[in-house]
């Protein structure tokens, strides 16, 4: 009788978030959110703000056809600015981005381990994320010893950087978002996909620190990661 009560909570649990699309398919919705799909695209995270700066993030994965919820937590974060459209975002307006953006590396403050497929980059002193607009380098990593842009300024000017190691807790597990990968200028930068804080992001999405170390184990390049934002 155990084993029977069992099966019949495990079997809506396994079918939740079923959803099955045409290979070929453009886009699929997933938990509400528009997910504009790559070529390859297998694994998706998905954040839905649900309330105010509160988002629910999830990792969807494609198997046999059929997009399947793997993890979710109500406890994901966005800007305090709310959603904007990422063409009309402007940098500081504390907004994140809708839309879809790849994931193409990931980074934090421990060594590389076993079993983290996706590219990664330790942070080391002097790490920057560039938000100077006169840079070349604009909303690239960059050691302020390589030069390039006014490393100097404060982050809170209009064209300061952001020194990652001054994020320690957040950026411990961290994931880089392809958001004006084009680098237009006062669009913003330093959108990511990392550890909670204590309250609303500047505009990046955040989950708690026990989803992005799942993140770092399940992602991989082979299956084209992205990160699908809406409401």
């Known amino acids: 009788m155990r084993l029977i009560a069992a099966a019949a909570v495990l079997l809506p649990a396994l079918l939740i978030g079923l959803l099955t699309v045409p290979a070929d398919a453009a886009s699929v919705r997933l938990d509400g ?3 504009r ?39 994901g974060r966005i800007g305090y600015g709310g959603l904007s459209r990422s063409t009309q975002r402007h940098q500081g307006d504390g907004t994140t981005p809708a839309g879809t953006f790849d994931l193409p590396f990931a980074f934090g403050t421990h060594h590389r381990r076993p079993g983290w497929d996706m590219a990664y980059h330790r942070i080391r002193s002097g790490d920057y994320w560039v938000g100077d607009n006169s840079s070349r380098f604009y909303n690239k990593l960059r050691n302020k010893a390589a030069g390039g842009f006014r490393w100097w300024l404060p982050e809170s000017d209009d064209n300061g950087s952001e020194r990652l190691l001054a994020h320690r807790s957040q950026y411990e597990y961290a994931f880089a978002t392809g958001f004006n990968a084009e680098q237009v200028r006062h669009r913003g930068f330093a959108i990511f996909l990392h ?5 609303a992001t500047a505009g990046c999405v955040s989950a ?24």
Not at 49 to 60: D, I, K, N
Not at 195 to 199: A, D, T, Y
């Open 208 to 231: 708690p620190r026990s989803f992005l170390q799942m993140l770092y184990r399940r992602l991989s390049p082979q299956h084209h990661p992205v990160i699908a934002i809406g409401a």
């Open 33 to 35: 959110v528009t997910v």
């Open 37 to 75: 799909l790559r070529p390859g695209t297998s694994q998706v995270v998905t954040a839905n703000r649900t309330h105010g700066y509160h988002a629910r993030v999830t990792l969807w994965v494609r198997e046999h056809g059929r997009w399947t919820k793997r993890f979710s937590t109500s406890d």
């Open 195 to 199: 550890v909670n804080g204590r309250g």
